[in-house]
């Protein structure tokens, strides 16, 4: 008996087709034991990005923002990864304003971002699931601005007296 190329085309068609019986493309129905399963993928943002998550928090009075933080971030994967730096001590052992004890029905990313402040910078790194919260003006720049201004020697301009047409 002769086999031609037509059967073994037909072969590794119908092989390949067992194969991959299995498995659908996006959007389509998966059968799942009995039942059919029509989405496959994850859509929720707040499984595909944890910080998008929104909770409900409530911190006690004496609750330092350094806690609330880190009650904040629980179940997200995500740490604070400075929450010990210098630049951040006074931040970090303030009690948190009492505006801010509780948040109702807010993404986790902005209650961060909130209980951080105005004067602070929040930096997420992804990759590494850190949460990275630095000064808006670095220190360095806020300490030789005032010895800038007392080193420089002010320019003597003459004033000129609108009245009386005088330089002085």
Do not use: W
Request: charge should be positive; glycine fraction near 6%.
């Amino acid at each position: 008996m002769k086999h031609n190329n037509t059967d073994g085309l037909i072969r590794i068609a119908v092989l390949a087709l067992t194969l991959f019986a299995g498995s659908a493309l996006a959007g389509e129905p998966v059968q799942a034991g009995r039942y059919l399963d029509h989405n496959t993928n994850v859509h929720d943002p707040a499984q595909v990005d944890p910080l998008k998550q929104v909770v409900d928090l409530k911190f006690g009075l004496n609750t330092q923002i350094r806690d609330a933080l880190k009650l904040t971030l629980k179940g997200t994967g995500y740490q604070l990864s400075n929450i010990d730096s210098p630049l951040l001590a006074n931040l970090m052992t303030s009690a948190v304003p009492r505006a801010q004890l509780q948040f109702d029905s807010k993404r986790v990313i902005s209650i961060v971002r909130t209980l951080a402040g105005i004067g602070f910078n929040v930096e997420i790194r992804r990759a590494a699931r850190k949460i990275v919260i630095t000064p808006d003006v670095p220190p360095v720049a806020k300490a030789t601005a005032p010895a800038l201004a007392k080193k420089s020697n002010p320019v003597k301009r003459p004033t000129v007296c609108v009245f009386c047409d005088n330089e002085r």
